[in-house]
């Protein structure tokens, strides 16, 4: 997928921010907007960093939470688009989603990596160490350094304490198959940005 360029961040400075992204944003196809998101910038709280790696889930699809209907644990995902669904993964991380699509299709983005670039002295003390790398290089890293838990869950993701920023500057994503997974582990719905250093686990057969 084709965009130029690779962000990279080494000022002490914050770069700027892209115009707000609304819950409109998500209405449409999470595999339209999965790729569009490598690149913007999460904040919650203030604290957070670019959006450099994703993963796409719809109902229609075993690995979903979705895929069985709707259940108390996911019933945010069957609502409206641009709301956050939160779930503990494996019992001990806290795992982000954004929730896409039209009510009932039950799609979401899992935010898988962030290249830290706002708050980090916060995002450092919360996970216990100093490397800028693996701050958010997983989704349960992530939510630590951002401080997110069950009671971000359901909330709108353009509204305090979130906020989502579209990418000021072009990226090139790449495209792979998603991590950790057992069933429909064959479907290239894993989007990240080509040659970060942030992500989870690097993309096979990319240059990098």
Not at 194 to 203: D, E, I, M, R
């Given at each position: 997928?084709?965009?130029?360029?690779?962000?990279?961040?080494?000022?002490?400075?914050?770069?700027?921010?892209?115009?707000?992204?609304?819950?409109?944003?998500?209405?449409?196809?999470?595999?339209?907007?999965?790729?569009?998101?490598?690149?913007?910038?999460?904040?919650?709280?203030?604290?957070?960093?670019?959006?450099?790696?994703?993963?796409?889930?719809?109902?229609?699809?075993?690995?979903a939470h979705s895929h069985r209907g709707p259940t108390?644990?996911?019933?945010?995902?069957?609502?409206?688009?641009?709301?956050?669904?939160?779930?503990?993964?494996?019992?001990?991380?806290?795992?982000?989603?954004?929730?896409?699509?039209?009510?009932?299709?039950?799609?979401?983005?899992?935010?898988?990596?962030?290249?830290?670039?706002?708050?980090?002295?916060?995002?450092r003390r919360r996970r216990g160490l100093h490397d800028?790398?693996?701050?958010?290089?997983?989704?349960?890293?992530?939510?630590?350094?951002?401080?997110?838990?069950?009671?971000?869950?359901?909330?709108?993701?353009?509204?305090?304490?979130?906020?989502?920023?579209?990418?000021?500057?072009?990226?090139?994503?790449?495209?792979?198959?998603?991590?950790?997974?057992?069933?429909?582990?064959?479907?290239?719905?894993?989007?990240?940005?080509?040659?970060?250093?942030?992500?989870?686990?690097?993309?096979?057969?990319?240059?990098?």
């Amino acid at each position: 997928m084709k965009m130029t360029s690779s962000l990279t961040f080494d000022s002490p400075d914050p770069p700027a921010l892209g115009k707000p992204l609304h819950r409109s944003f998500f209405g449409r196809s999470v595999h339209e907007v999965a790729p569009e998101l490598i690149g913007a910038t999460l904040l919650v709280d203030g604290v957070g960093g670019i959006i450099v790696e994703v993963e796409a889930y719809h109902h229609t699809e075993p690995a979903a939470h979705s895929h069985r209907g709707p259940t108390p644990r996911n019933m945010v995902m069957f609502g409206p688009p641009g709301f956050a669904y939160v779930y503990r993964s494996y019992g001990i991380h806290w795992c982000v989603n954004f929730v896409c699509e039209k009510n009932d299709s039950a799609a979401a983005v899992l935010i898988r990596a962030l290249q830290p670039t706002h708050g980090i002295p916060a995002m450092r003390r919360r996970r216990g160490l100093h490397d800028e790398r693996l701050l958010c290089s997983g989704p349960g890293k992530l939510c630590q350094a951002l401080g997110v838990s069950i009671a971000h869950n359901a909330l709108p993701l353009d509204a305090p304490p979130f906020a989502v920023y579209r990418r000021t500057d072009s990226v090139e994503v790449v495209t792979g198959v998603r991590i950790g997974i057992t069933k429909a582990a064959d479907l290239p719905w894993r989007y990240g940005l080509k040659g970060s250093k942030f992500l989870s686990k690097p993309f096979r057969n990319v240059a990098s």
